[in-house]
């Protein structure tokens, strides 16, 4: 029904930047929430910034202020701007798609991309 492609991840010195991509396809709806989640060995995936399709964001803390997500429905497109990258920013970035009406855990979200490597490291 939905197809997610991420793209952008790859290798940056700590303190640099990377955007990353979300192209959708397929059978999306417009008010749909768009999210990044993010995996690195040995832990949990976790969030990283939610949009609803009215711009309303949430963000790890974590990542607060150094991470912008934003969409753009036209181009069926969600970013992810990440400054001031750390080491602990290093893990495999997914995009997700949640059209329930609950989308707080990424056991909601029903549809994911294969995943983009970011890897942060001098």
């Known amino acids: 029904q939905v197809q997610l492609v991420e793209s952008g991840g790859g290798l940056v010195q700590p303190g640099g930047s990377l955007r990353l991509s979300c192209a959708a396809s397929g059978s999306i709806f417009s008010n749909a929430v768009m999210a990044w989640y993010r995996q690195a060995p040995g832990k949990q995936r976790e969030l990283v910034a939610a949009i609803t399709s009215g711009g309303n964001i949430n963000y790890a803390g974590s990542v607060k202020g150094r991470f912008t997500i934003s969409r753009d429905n036209a181009k069926k497109t969600v970013y992810l701007q990440m400054n001031s990258l750390t080491p602990e920013d290093t893990a495999v970035y997914y995009c997700?798609?949640?059209?329930?009406?609950?989308?707080?855990?990424?056991?909601?979200?029903?549809?994911w991309g294969q995943g983009t490597q970011v890897t942060v490291s001098s």
């Open positions: 997700g798609y949640c059209s329930g009406f609950r989308c707080y855990a990424a056991r909601e979200y029903d549809y």
